[in-house]
């Protein structure tokens, strides 16, 4: 008699809301200032206050971490909390061409080519706009970490060069663990939605251990984009697939409690997805915190719905 196939289990994620204001229905993503709002932390009390801050000296952030801890510890062994910093790199080149030329136009031409007489934008770089965000999200961290922020333990940055000079320009000189020097993993699927848009295409491997020596690769990371097609782009529910795909791997190989993320807004808004958050539409260089509930559910994983892939858009007058 052949031995039992162990029974199926799959990873559930819900964010845990109550925390930050980004959680909150009556928060407008518009009008949100990460950076005033000391990244959404709402004040208020934790249950475990009594036991770790009894005399109230303590910051609310030195509480959130004590309170996260205790509920990881007082949790079974299928169930984690993590604390998840999810940032959009600053205003890239592309962003500015998008707004010069109008979405449509840029969606059904414009984003299929190198660029325009102002320049490129394969694997499209920071403009000085986007790098004053970047330092801007620095100075928002440094702040933070004088009220005692739990430090990121674990660092996974997009391979799109907008996502690895934001991620350097956000962490460097803050004094945190693991930042100096500054080694996040690189991760091919935290990428941006895939295909079409060349701004969206990566450089070979070579080119970013270049210009990026001290960062770390993820194991089989290919030289040259195994995933951009200039045929075809990824549907978004694609693309929510791609990114808990992602979640995924890093639950269950990563167990630090605190993880930073440097990404794009369509893959954002596929993380936000995947673990059960209102949508939340982040501004280049914004920041949003993250309180998830990682368990390990026995049974077979949920089909997600996944649309195919979209091929080029055709402009109203018929033209690219």
Not at 47 to 72: A, C, M, V
Not at 198 to 221: L, Q, V
Request: charge should be negative; proline fraction near 7%.
């Amino acid at each position: 008699m052949p031995e039992s196939s162990p029974a199926e289990s799959h990873l559930k994620f819900t964010t845990v809301t109550g925390y930050f204001l980004q959680d909150e229905p009556s928060t407008d993503p518009k009008k949100f200032d990460y950076v005033a709002s000391n990244f959404g932390l709402i004040p208020r009390s934790y249950d475990s206050d009594s036991e770790f801050d009894p005399e109230g000296h303590r910051t609310q952030w030195e509480r959130l971490e004590y309170h996260i801890n205790k509920l990881n510890n007082d949790s079974g062994p299928d169930t984690q909390f993590k604390l998840l910093f999810v940032g959009r790199h600053g205003e890239g080149v592309h962003n500015v061409a998008e707004r010069r030329y109008g979405t449509e136009l840029w969606d059904c031409h414009w984003s299929l080519l190198d660029g325009d007489e102002n320049g490129t934008w394969v694997d499209a770089r920071l403009t000085d706009l986007g790098i004053s965000q970047a330092k801007t999200a620095n100075k928002a961290w440094k702040k933070q970490i004088e009220d005692k922020i739990p430090s990121p333990q674990s660092y996974y940055v997009s391979p799109l060069n907008r996502c690895l000079a934001t991620a350097t320009l956000t962490f460097e000189g803050l004094g945190l663990p693991h930042t100096d020097p500054f080694r996040p993993m690189i991760k091919e699927l935290v990428r941006e939605t895939l295909g079409l848009h060349t701004c969206d295409k990566r450089s070979s491997k070579t080119a970013i251990e270049r210009e990026y020596p001290f960062f770390r690769f993820e194991a089989g990371f290919a030289e040259e984009d195994p995933l951009y097609s200039s045929e075809l782009r990824e549907s978004d529910t694609a693309r929510d697939k791609r990114l808990r795909e992602l979640l995924v791997d890093v639950f269950e190989h990563d167990a630090n409690t605190v993880i930073s993320f440097t990404a794009h807004s369509g893959a954002i808004t596929s993380i936000l997805e995947a673990v059960g958050h209102r949508r939340f539409a982040l501004a280049t260089g914004g920041v949003i915190p993250l309180l998830v509930r990682v368990e390990r559910v026995q049974g077979p994983e949920p089909v997600m719905r996944v649309d195919p892939p979209m091929g080029r858009p055709v402009c109203r007058d018929g033209g690219h």
